[in-house]
């Protein structure tokens, strides 16, 4: 248990170092910039999986069949991203332009999830623990300070892209001993591994489209507002839904520990009373958030109005919530090898979002982007709960019954 806990702690500084960054920005930057701020994170998640041909899938599949094989990949990545991150830099220095920084902030973001998922899979849990920890720290040590040297504008939305690349060479000794092995070994171990071993490069690329369409459900949003209506108006969806956001520290201990618990005891998973407990928890969690950003959170020292804000948060808080249920399901569909059904699942709430983003943004601005992540998410949670038995399929009652009322207080209000 103490070991499930860890990786759930990790997970949640992990994910959370960006769902804690944006409402922190809030307080820091215009809410243009925070817009702007958006765009460079996701493009960046979009280019991840391209830049490191989505080894990081490859690692937690054949770490343990394979780990010679395994490590000549890492080792590859590593090399290949230490230099795209060099040259990147060193060309936006000469040239200024925001896609090659989006380029440099992929490689180190890359370079982190390929060195910390090994760390994840080959260290102890503490090690992983550590890890995301100094990646946290780094981060918020690196904006404390620019936010108070007057020399750093920290409203220039370059510095704080810096700050998080900075964050992500936490894991550079790693990077470095893996380059290092490969430099002096490079054309033994491209042909020993890697050209031997091309079906395991066409497993990681498969799964790339599954990714893309999880990133497309929860970030092609901001390119669709920002399209029809201006950074400005963006800055406000994107703190608003990043308050919201917060709930995604929950969803990521989930999304960690649900496939693994699963695995281990599939019949105490799918136990009514674990359910229960699981429902229970997590409903009294988000209340507690719901709650907090009602009533407690400081809005007043913020950039933003908060009844705005709280529009479109109540919306997409409540479609995260239906998306803890999702990775309940989920987990019994990854049980049973029904993987197929779970990327089509992914693909099709991918073209949902998208679809109703485009039609909703331009009549009911961004209030209509948040109304969109509710409907997707929610119908996301469904299809996959009707594709498991149907004694565990029947227990999706309870959070759609939740759902229905919370959802009739949020019309009210």
């Given at each position: 248990?103490?070991?499930?806990?860890?990786?759930?702690?990790?997970?949640?500084?992990?994910?959370?170092?960006?769902?804690?960054?944006?409402?922190?920005?809030?307080?820091?930057?215009?809410?243009?910039?925070?817009?702007?701020?958006?765009?460079?994170?996701?493009?960046?998640?979009?280019?991840?999986?391209?830049?490191?041909?989505?080894?990081?899938?490859?690692?937690?599949?054949?770490?343990?069949?394979?780990?010679?094989?395994?490590?000549?990949?890492?080792?590859?990545?590593?090399?290949?991203?230490t230099a795209i991150l060099l040259i990147s830099v060193l060309i936006f220095i000469l040239t200024q332009e925001d896609s090659i920084l989006i380029v440099s902030l992929a490689a180190a973001e890359g370079m982190f999830l390929v060195n910390s998922t090994y760390i994840r899979f080959t260290k102890v849990p503490n090690a992983y623990l550590i890890c995301t920890l100094c990646k946290f720290?780094?981060?918020?040590?690196?904006?404390?300070?620019?936010?108070?040297?007057?020399?750093?504008?920290?409203?220039?939305?370059?510095?704080?892209?810096?700050?998080?690349?900075?964050?992500?060479?936490?894991?550079?000794?790693?990077?470095?001993?893996?380059?290092?092995?490969l430099k002096n070994r490079i054309f033994f171990v491209f042909k020993k591994y890697l050209l031997c071993n091309k079906p395991l490069i066409f497993f990681a690329l498969a799964l790339i489209p599954h990714i893309l369409a999880q990133l497309a459900a929860s970030g092609v949003d901001r390119y669709i507002i920002r399209y029809y209506l201006n950074n400005e108006i963006l800055g406000v969806?994107?703190?608003?839904?990043?308050?919201?956001?917060?709930?995604?520290?929950?969803?990521?201990?989930?999304?960690?520990?649900?496939?693994?618990?699963?695995?281990?005891?599939?019949?105490?998973?799918?136990?009514?009373?674990?359910?229960?407990?699981?429902?229970?928890?997590?409903?009294?969690?988000?209340?507690?958030?719901?709650?907090?950003?009602?009533?407690?959170?400081?809005?007043?020292?913020?950039?933003?109005?908060?009844?705005?804000?709280?529009?479109?948060?109540?919306?997409?808080?409540?479609?995260?919530?239906?998306?803890?249920?999702?990775?309940?399901?989920?987990?019994?569909?990854?049980?049973?090898?029904?993987?197929?059904?779970?990327?089509?699942?992914?693909?099709?709430?991918?073209?949902?979002?998208?679809?109703?983003?485009?039609?909703?943004?331009?009549?009911?601005?961004?209030?209509?982007?948040?109304?969109?992540?509710?409907?997707?998410?929610?119908?996301?949670?469904?299809?996959?709960?009707?594709?498991?038995?149907?004694?565990?399929?029947?227990?999706?009652?309870?959070?759609?019954?939740?759902?229905?009322?919370?959802?009739?207080?949020?019309?009210?209000?």
């Amino acid at each position: 248990m103490s070991k499930y806990i860890t990786f759930a702690i990790a997970a949640g500084l992990n994910r959370g170092t960006i769902f804690l960054l944006l409402p922190i920005l809030g307080f820091l930057v215009a809410s243009s910039n925070l817009g702007k701020i958006s765009i460079f994170i996701i493009s960046s998640q979009i280019l991840i999986p391209f830049l490191t041909f989505n080894i990081s899938s490859l690692i937690s599949r054949e770490i343990y069949e394979k780990y010679k094989t395994t490590v000549a990949f890492v080792s590859a990545a590593n090399f290949s991203l230490t230099a795209i991150l060099l040259i990147s830099v060193l060309i936006f220095i000469l040239t200024q332009e925001d896609s090659i920084l989006i380029v440099s902030l992929a490689a180190a973001e890359g370079m982190f999830l390929v060195n910390s998922t090994y760390i994840r899979f080959t260290k102890v849990p503490n090690a992983y623990l550590i890890c995301t920890l100094c990646k946290f720290v780094i981060l918020f040590i690196a904006l404390g300070f620019s936010s108070f040297v007057e020399a750093i504008d920290i409203n220039n939305v370059h510095i704080i892209i810096f700050c998080m690349i900075a964050s992500n060479l936490c894991v550079a000794t790693y990077s470095i001993r893996f380059s290092a092995v490969l430099k002096n070994r490079i054309f033994f171990v491209f042909k020993k591994y890697l050209l031997c071993n091309k079906p395991l490069i066409f497993f990681a690329l498969a799964l790339i489209p599954h990714i893309l369409a999880q990133l497309a459900a929860s970030g092609v949003d901001r390119y669709i507002i920002r399209y029809y209506l201006n950074n400005e108006i963006l800055g406000v969806y994107v703190f608003a839904y990043s308050l919201a956001a917060l709930f995604m520290l929950v969803n990521s201990s989930l999304a960690l520990g649900f496939s693994q618990s699963c695995v281990k005891n599939f019949e105490a998973f799918t136990q009514k009373s674990f359910f229960l407990k699981f429902f229970f928890v997590v409903t009294f969690l988000w209340l507690g958030l719901v709650i907090f950003l009602h009533f407690i959170f400081p809005f007043e020292f913020t950039k933003y109005q908060k009844p705005e804000v709280l529009s479109n948060v109540r919306w997409v808080l409540l479609g995260l919530y239906n998306l803890s249920f999702y990775y309940y399901f989920s987990s019994v569909l990854f049980y049973t090898r029904d993987v197929k059904y779970l990327s089509i699942a992914t693909i099709l709430v991918a073209i949902m979002n998208v679809g109703l983003a485009a039609l909703l943004v331009p009549y009911a601005g961004i209030i209509g982007a948040s109304i969109a992540t509710f409907i997707a998410y929610s119908f996301y949670f469904i299809l996959v709960a009707v594709r498991c038995q149907i004694h565990i399929r029947n227990y999706a009652i309870y959070p759609i019954g939740f759902s229905f009322a919370a959802l009739g207080v949020i019309c009210l209000l």
